[in-house]
């Protein structure tokens, strides 16, 4: 008898084993976000330029704007990070250049999901806003300056910074010519030097140093580009705060640096 009343609880424990399935659960570190879960929500709009460089609802519109390539969603085992979230990410990065580890301790999430981020925005800028908010030189155009500066005769070779027609809004390194005989070269020249300024203060990364690899610097300097034309386009506010002192600017600066940096524009605008 008790052979048998044990053989029945075996038999019944190896059902009940058997029909039991483990719940699935979402792995992942359990990282604290307090910062961008309960005190970004209540920033102001200045305290939104102060940090991201743009207002909330800029913001917003950025988001909308890129989330047909950024959306992603739940797996079974891992929960995505928002979409809004990872928009912030990257722009910190760009805004500041901060360390990937000092960023992900501030979001609440891991090194690698810091740089995805940073990569996966800028892709998706490339993608969705360069295009609209940069305008490239195409061949015609540059035909069109050669023939001008050929009869033009007085002209300087160089490789600047262009602008576009509205003050304060960079485009992309291009190689083309400042003629001397122009009375406009004066008031061009400041509105190029203006842009650049602007550019690096509002968007630091493209004014320190930068150890990504090639392929990301490229991309994040055009995204750097698309996103001050964008906070133009809206009216954003610039902070004074944010000019490089000139002292700033060159501080670090090595002997040959300037070649370095014309050899460097000269392959980014090549593979453009």
């Given at each position: 008898?008790?052979?048998?009343?044990?053989?029945?609880?075996?038999?019944?424990?190896?059902?009940?084993?058997?029909?039991?399935?483990?719940?699935?659960?979402?792995?992942?570190?359990?990282?604290?976000?307090l910062w961008w879960d309960?005190?970004?929500?209540?920033?102001?709009?200045?305290?939104?330029?102060?940090?991201?460089?743009?207002f909330e609802e800029t913001f917003?519109?950025?988001?909308?704007?890129?989330r047909p390539v950024m959306e992603r969603q739940n797996t079974?085992?891992?929960?995505?990070?928002?979409?809004?979230?990872?928009?912030?990410?990257?722009?910190?990065?760009?805004a500041t250049a901060?360390?990937?580890?000092?960023?992900?301790?501030?979001?609440?999430?891991?090194?690698?999901?810091?740089y995805r981020c940073v990569q996966e925005f800028c892709a998706a800028a490339e993608t969705l806003l360069v295009p609209e908010l940069?305008?490239?030189?195409?061949?015609?155009?540059?035909?069109?300056?050669?023939?001008?500066?050929e009869n033009r005769g007085k002209v300087v070779e160089c490789v600047y910074w262009t602008a576009r027609e509205l003050p304060g809004k960079p485009l992309l390194v291009t190689a083309g010519y400042?003629?001397?005989?122009?009375?406009?070269?004066?008031?061009?020249?400041?509105?190029?030097?203006?842009?650049?300024?602007?550019?690096?203060?509002?968007?630091?990364s493209v004014l320190k140093?930068?150890?990504?690899?090639?392929?990301?610097?490229?991309?994040m300097v055009l995204t750097c580009c698309a996103l001050h034309n964008l906070c133009e386009d809206h009216g954003e506010t610039y902070e004074t705060s944010w000019d490089v002192p000139e002292a700033a600017a060159e501080q670090g600066v090595e002997e040959g640096s300037r070649d370095v940096r014309d050899g460097l524009m000269q392959y980014l605008t090549y593979k453009s």
């Open positions: 008898e008790d052979k048998r009343i044990q053989t029945r609880r075996r038999t019944r424990m190896a059902l009940l084993l058997r029909n039991y399935r483990c719940k699935p659960s979402v792995w992942a570190f359990n990282q604290a976000s309960f005190i970004v929500p209540a920033f102001t709009n200045v305290q939104w330029v102060q940090n991201f460089r743009m917003d519109f950025l988001c909308i704007k890129l079974t085992f891992r929960d995505c990070v928002p979409l809004k979230k990872r928009a912030a990410i990257a722009l910190w990065k760009l901060s360390g990937y580890r000092s960023i992900g301790h501030l979001f609440g999430v891991g090194i690698t999901t810091v940069i305008r490239f030189s195409d061949e015609e155009r540059f035909r069109e300056m050669a023939v001008h500066i400042y003629i001397l005989g122009d009375s406009t070269y004066p008031f061009r020249t400041l509105v190029v030097e203006n842009a650049f300024g602007r550019l690096k203060g509002q968007w630091r140093r930068n150890d990504c690899d090639i392929q990301l610097v490229k991309s």
